[in-house]
T-cell receptor, first 112, second 116 residues
């Protein structure tokens, strides 16, 4: 079946630290991969996406590369800010089904 | 583009009562999805519509749950005879469709249901 596994949080970092949140997946077919972010009190927002192997999605300084050989889509940012504190969700969508399968989310807390 | 809206934002009900939630998608989106999110978990798929047709339902959607999208625009999710286990955030999302592509989904703010 299809599933997404994310590293457990919370992740606590100091401002300007390097961020990695691991995400691995299991899927039939060729999934599209997404990272969503949920800020406190707000809805889910798309952060970035990749639709095929070796694609790199990027937005707001965040990046993730679709690695088919390791079935991974790790989220990275070179220098985090306090405003990046949120919950981050990795998700996949298998072509033909269109529904998303989400990971359990990783809470990030950035300290000034 | 006003985004996806949901109403109400919060609902408190007693066990055994029926509740109905509404979702208004982005106007040009013909796919509409419902998810349920419990504390500390990621959203779980419930069902989705392509225009007015309900094309897939999760096993999570028991016979107490029903969803409609009568004119291919807004959608309603009804829960009959609510149970405490139904307490969760109910999320609606919408997307474009076509070409066999998985377009990104845009989420509403959610309806938080508390069953007492």
């Amino acid at each position: 079946g299809n599933s997404v596994t994310q590293m457990e949080g919370p992740v606590t970092l100091s401002e300007e630290a390097f961020l990695t949140i691991n995400c691995t997946y299991t899927a039939t077919g060729y999934p599209s991969l997404f990272w969503y972010v949920q800020y406190p009190g707000e809805g889910l927002q798309l952060l970035l996406k990749a639709t095929k192997a070796d694609d790199k999605g990027s937005n707001k300084g965040f990046e993730a590369t679709y690695r088919k050989e390791t079935t991974s889509f790790h989220l990275e940012k070179g220098s985090v800010q306090v405003s990046d504190s949120a919950v981050y969700f990795c998700a996949l969508s298998v072509t033909g089904t269109y529904k998303y399968i989400f990971g359990t989310g990783t809470r990030l807390k950035v300290l000034a | 583009d006003t985004g996806v809206s949901q109403d109400p934002r919060h609902k408190i009900t007693k066990r055994g009562q029926n509740v109905t939630f509404r979702c208004d998608p982005i106007s040009e989106h013909n796919r509409l999805y419902w998810y349920r999110q419990t504390l500390g978990q990621g959203p779980e798929f419930l069902t989705y519509f392509q225009n007015e047709a309900q094309l897939e339902k999760s096993r999570l959607l028991s016979d107490r749950f029903s969803a409609e999208r009568p004119k291919g625009s807004f959608s309603t999710l009804e829960i009959q005879r609510t149970e405490q286990g139904d307490s969760a955030m109910y999320l609606c999302a919408s997307s474009k469709s076509g070409g066999g592509v998985s377009y990104e989904q845009y989420f509403g703010p959610g309806t938080r249901l508390t069953v007492t």
